[in-house]
């Protein structure tokens, strides 16, 4: 009888379907990355047997796909009719922020897919209409494209493989480096050690907006250039 009761007031299991096993995905690649994803280790997430994972995903590559398009669709789009400066410096930090909770994502929205990525492809449409909608020409519109991505994902590119997460970790990596360095014969090294990297509240996060406004006061004056042409 008792049995029976525990049977009857067990909490059902919630149905599988494309976005609980996306999420899930999504899970397993932010907690072990990329590599530990296959379908035997998300069926063993999902407590299902891996073969029902392909009423839901076609393929393994599907499935990638399928995690790429649902994290990079956390990513702000920027809008045509607020300030272009603002918008693109808001895109920038919320891709940097999605980069870094999700590290595997920006491999995988930076390929070559067929078909492409919807989220990559609502991406690259919003950027370009607030830049045109901002005033720049097409061939500025291109050229500051390029440019802001080859930053945002190269900075996520060489973030991954940094040997720190927190700031305190920085302090205690550069002051091991520098008990380590030939001051004699790498001088300037050890000098951004002590001058800037060692000081406090020093961030290594406020480089990429230090660097993002470098990019748009220049992308500003290429829009001011490219109107009075």
Known sequence: MARGAERHNARPRAPLTRERVLRAAIDLADREGLEALSMRRLGQQLSVEAMSLYNHVANKADLLLGIADLAGSEIYLPSTVDDWRA??????ISARDVFSHHPWVSGLLEAQ?????PATLRQHNAVIGCLRAGGFSMAATAHAFSLLDCYIYGWASQEATLPFETDDEVGELAAASLAQLPRDEYPHIAEMITEHTMKPGYSYADEFEFGLDLILDGLDNLRDGASAS
Do not use: F
Request: hydrophobic share 25%; glycine share 0%; net charge positive.
């Open 113 to 117: 897919t067929d078909p492409p990525i």
């Open 87 to 92: 918008e693109m410096r808001r895109r920038a």
